[in-house]
């Protein structure tokens, strides 16, 4: 059985055919969650050049829209942030941006302490400098 997927109109389309999450038992999956807003073409903490490519951005405002996004796909899905036991996370540069990343993160998992890899990526899917994979139950 490959379990029952969720899609939330709360967060922002996936760029390529997966869905937001997936069920599997009592663990819910969800795809790679970046800092985009449903129904909106700017990126929320990113300035673009005229060829599309990252101009600047900031990271804190990545962070917690990204946050937000999660929060929305886990809701949608029956389960919330208290569920969640496993983050992974993909920083494309980890020298600049990860001080201030794990400050955020502090903030929003202060009650709940998942287990948490972080890793730097050349690049992610989309003009962004951050994005999570995580794993919930249900």
């Not at 993160?105 to 899917?125: G, M, W």
Request: proline fraction near 5%; charged fraction near 20%.
């Amino acid at each position: 059985m490959n379990g029952e997927k969720f899609n939330s109109d709360r967060a922002p389309g996936a760029v390529g055919l997966y869905p937001h999450a997936r069920k599997v038992g009592n663990f819910l999956f969800l795809s790679g969650v970046g800092p985009r807003k449903a129904g909106q073409a700017d990126i929320p903490g990113v300035t673009l050049n005229l060829n599309g490519e990252i101009q600047s951005y900031d990271i804190e405002n990545q962070c917690h829209s990204v946050f937000e996004n999660i929060k929305f796909i886990l809701e949608d899905s029956g389960s919330s942030w208290n569920n969640i036991v496993d983050v992974q996370v993909f920083l494309t540069n980890m020298k600049a941006d990860f001080r201030k990343y794990n400050e955020i993160y502090a903030e929003y998992f202060k009650d709940n302490q998942p287990c948490r890899t972080t890793v730097e990526v050349k690049s992610l899917p989309t003009p962004i400098a951050i994005e999570l994979k995580v794993i919930a139950t249900i």
